[in-house]
């Protein structure tokens, strides 16, 4: 956590929940007891913010201030309502450009990749609320300043938002070494989600089986693949190459 964006005790983040604040990450302490403990679990609960219990030595490692059993991490930016993005972007009349990133890890990978984003004309990158890296001053340094200028989403499942992008008229197209279509190969003038996996895994099995199509590039010589930065920016490309 960065110290700019660190904050604790338990008045202190029921304040900035109910001031809007986006919280990226909020730790409790196991056990936590008390009037003040039970408000702030009914701000979380209500606002559908993600927590973690934790045991006190790991708040301790956060903060030597007193904590109260409670830290967060406010986000920098806020996020947005992919419902009402999607209607957006529908509305304006282009052929919709969507990213989903489905637990990447790495925060370098995802500042890079916003920043490829907004140089294409993503119209929005989607994102799970657990598991994937957090927009934190490594992302903002790394996108070059353009996590400002591009809508980010989070969603309780990448699952559920692929259903709500299909049944939009937006077709999902996976970018996976496991396909046996090239990205070349994919029309990709249509209203179009990209999905990119994580680092090590690659896209989980479970969303493979929703997606409309899979797409790879083609690769020489002895490396497998490219780094997920790298290989996003290549399908982007083909988009813009595609759509001009």
């Known amino acids: 956590m960065k110290n700019e964006s660190l904050i604790f005790g338990i008045r202190a983040i029921i304040e900035a929940i109910l001031a809007g604040k986006t919280i990226d990450k909020l730790f409790i302490q196991k056990g936590l007891q008390g009037d003040l403990a039970k408000e702030l679990m009914h701000l979380v609960r209500k606002n559908n913010i993600t927590f973690t219990y934790v045991p006190v030595e790991k708040l301790n490692r956060l903060t030597t201030k007193n904590h109260q059993g409670a830290v ?5 930016i806020d996020f947005y309502d ?12 282009k052929p919709p450009l969507f990213l989903i990133l489905d637990q990447l ?3 370098r990978n995802f500042g890079a990749i916003i920043r490829t984003a907004a140089c294409t004309g993503v119209d929005g990158i ?35 938002a692929m259903f709500y992008l299909q049944g939009s008229g937006i077709q999902v197209v996976a970018a996976t070494e496991k396909a046996t279509t090239n990205i070349y190969d994919t029309d990709l ?18 969303v493979l089986k929703l997606v409309d199509h899979q797409a790879k590039l083609p690769m020489y010589g002895d490396i497998g693949s490219l780094n997920v930065s790298v290989a996003c920016g290549v399908f982007l490309y083909e988009v813009t190459r595609q759509r001009l």
């Open 72 to 76: 967060a991490n406010i986000s920098p």
């Open 82 to 93: 992919l419902e009402n993005l999607v209607m957006n972007v529908i509305e304006s009349g």
């Open 105 to 107: 890890s790495d925060v």
């Open 126 to 160: 989607i994102i799970q609320k657990k598991g994937g890296a957090p927009v934190n001053a490594d992302t903002i340094k790394t996108s070059a300043g353009a996590v400002f200028k591009i809508p980010i989403c989070k969603v309780d499942h990448i699952k559920d």
């Open 189 to 206: 003038t249509i209203p179009t989600a990209i999905i990119m996996g994580s680092e090590d895994k690659g896209i989980s099995t479970s």
